[in-house]
């Protein structure tokens, strides 16, 4: 933020008055004190600030050291290979959306779920080991371990809903984000982007709830991109039975 003009009148002010005292104390004229101190403030300013841009350049390297350590331990994790186990608890992270889930053998969240017993809806899945859990009670949403670390926060109870039985679309725009994850969907009443879903009829599935009234949808011709499940009181989607394989 500059300086304002009365500020500045100030600082002239003061300037003036601190080198006329100095002039007085070395016993020489103000005017060639004047002379001799000018370039001594332009040497003082640019000492200054080369200083504080060194300070910086220190600060910038750190950051880039710190970042590039951050890279580098991110780029190690791997993905938790598939643990052969009886049950569905420790299915494919690509197979948990739309799974109904409790705590599990590894929970740590104290009662992050709404207590023992509570239930909740997978969401949303991430490659490097983790899904996004909707709990019922409460409507939050939190991310937990589903292999990594050999660790496993939440254990498969039942299939949420039974994409045989699809309600007409009157009844489906009631519903709420959670309830789409998973589902296989075609464009719906309010689509608006061309063919970027492949062209009219073909079918995607829901794949994560995004900000507020929006969903992430992956497309057979493999585009993942967002639409409006009552955001801006849209609905780009219809959910339709999943297609046999």
């Not at 008055?17 to 332009?42: D, H, M, S």
């Not at 739309?98 to 929970?107: A, I, L, M, T």
């Not at 075609?186 to 061309?194: A, I, L, N, S, Y």
């Not at 493999?222 to 499940?229: F, H, M, P």
Request: overall charge negative; aromatic content about 8%.
């Amino acid at each position: 933020m500059s300086l304002t003009q009365e500020q500045k009148d100030a600082f002239k002010a003061i300037f003036i008055e601190t080198v006329t005292n100095f002039a007085q104390q070395v016993g020489q004229a103000t005017e060639k004190v004047f002379l001799q101190i000018l370039p001594l403030t332009v040497v003082a300013g640019t000492e200054y600030l080369k200083s504080y841009e060194e300070d910086l350049k220190t600060k910038l390297e750190d950051c880039k050291t710190k970042s590039q350590k951050i890279i580098g331990a991110l780029s190690t994790v791997k993905e938790p290979e598939k643990v052969e186990k009886t049950g569905d608890k420790h299915l494919p992270l690509g197979e948990l959306l739309g799974k109904r889930v409790q705590r599990g053998e590894d929970w740590k969240w104290d009662d992050q779920d709404g207590g023992i017993g509570s239930f909740g809806k997978v969401v949303g899945v991430k490659g490097n080991g983790w899904v996004k859990v909707q709990w019922e009670s409460s409507r939050n949403e939190n991310r937990y371990r589903w292999g990594v670390d050999k660790a496993y926060d939440v254990k498969v109870v039942e299939i949420v809903d039974d994409l045989g039985d699809i309600p007409p679309l009157e009844e489906q725009i009631k519903k709420p984000t959670s309830w789409v994850i998973g589902k296989s969907v075609v464009r719906g009443r309010d689509w608006k982007w061309k063919d970027q879903d492949g062209g009219e009829g073909q079918i995607g599935e829901v794949i994560d709830v995004c900000d507020e009234g929006w969903v992430e949808v992956k497309w057979k011709n493999g585009t993942v991109c967002q639409y409006r499940w009552g955001g801006e009181n849209a609905f780009d989607l219809k959910v339709v039975p999943k297609p046999k394989e």
